[in-house]
């Protein structure tokens, strides 16, 4: 079935269908004893999609207003849409599926699979400007949940060099080498694929931020992808770990596991990180 622009029903019927044909197991997820709904349940998906079960429900029944951007790419990701899929759901929608933004980057179901099974583990996909477009438990406890930001917020390259809170979670050691990685990226990316987004970001962060127009006026050398790092949690402390970068086409992949000694402490910033979570009901963002 080929889509028309600005078809909800379509979108719909596509969210529906996908829901039912999924498994638990094929998005990481327990099947537990009594399982009776064929596929997901709502719940199930809007999880996996970082919204509420009930603004999800209002997609599916075609009962609420036109979904953003942001918000289909990440049920596309949340639903393990090929790139076809994906693109025709924009379509739908009314909106250009090729379309450059932070946050719109498509990961293949392949990756999301790779990330289901990293569910233990604080792992991160990144897209050129610094979007996380998914992230495990145990890193939105360690970095925060990506879904508070909004606009360039939602940029932890932007965050790094206009908001003092961003660097709190990180041993001040290591302040410069972050920002100087972060520069680094940039670069490289600036010619690549998104490089709209990016210029965007580099001018932008250029009016704002003179440690950030120090830094690209003066190139330092590549990042290196394997690098000790010192994250600094509220409640716990330092936690030291191994931060491992896997770069692809249009994303970067994020590994980050415990050296000798901190085992324990990053399991525990997983539990007090899920218990925040689950303390307040989190609004969904459309």
Same mark, same amino acid.
């Given at each position: 079935m080929v889509p028309t622009p600005l078809d909800? =029903?379509?979108?719909?019927?596509?969210?529906? !269908?996908?829901? +039912?044909?999924?498994?638990?197991?094929h998005v990481g997820l327990p099947r537990g004893r009594r399982r009776r709904t064929p596929g997901l349940r709502r719940e199930e998906v809007a999880a996996l999609c970082a919204m509420s079960p009930a603004y999800y429900g209002r997609l599916e029944r075609h009962c609420g207003p036109r979904p953003s951007p942001i918000t289909l790419a990440r049920i596309a990701r949340g639903l393990r849409f090929s790139d076809v899929e994906r693109d025709r759901l924009f379509i739908a929608a009314g909106y250009?599926?090729?379309?450059?933004?932070?946050?719109?980057?498509?990961?293949?179901?392949?990756?999301?699979?790779?990330?289901d099974r990293l569910a233990d583990t604080p792992a991160l996909a990144v897209d050129a400007v610094g979007?996380?477009?998914?992230?495990?438990?145990?890193?939105?406890?360690l970095?925060?949940?990506?879904? =508070?930001?909004?606009?360039?917020?939602?940029? !932890?390259?932007? +965050?790094?060099?206009?908001?003092?809170?961003?660097?709190?979670?990180?041993?001040?050691?290591?302040?410069?080498?972050?920002?100087?990685e972060i520069a680094a990226e940039l670069r490289s990316a600036v010619h690549g694929e998104h490089v709209g987004?990016?210029?965007?970001?580099?001018?932008?962060?250029?009016?704002?931020?003179g440690e950030f127009a120090e830094l690209w006026r003066s190139p330092g050398p590549a990042v290196d992808p394997t690098r000790r790092c010192r994250i600094v949690h509220r409640e716990l402390g330092v936690i030291e770990l191994n931060r491992d970068v896997f770069c692809e086409r249009n994303f970067r992949l994020v590994i980050y596991?415990?050296?000798a000694g901190s085992t324990i402490a990053l399991e525990l910033a997983t539990v007090l990180g899920h218990h925040r979570f689950d303390a307040k009901a989190a609004p969904s963002r459309r």
């Open positions: 909800l =029903d379509f979108v719909a019927g596509q969210l529906r !269908a996908r829901r +039912r044909m999924l498994q638990p197991e250009d599926p090729a379309r450059r933004s932070i946050g719109l980057t498509h990961l293949a179901p392949q990756w999301m699979h790779v990330l979007g996380v477009l998914h992230q495990t438990a145990p890193a939105a406890a970095f925060g949940a990506a879904i =508070d930001y909004a606009g360039w917020e939602r940029s !932890a390259y932007y +965050r790094w060099f206009t908001s003092p809170r961003e660097r709190n979670r990180h041993d001040v050691a290591e302040h410069s080498t972050i920002g100087a987004p990016v210029a965007d970001l580099v001018h932008l962060l250029l009016r704002r931020s596991t415990p050296v």
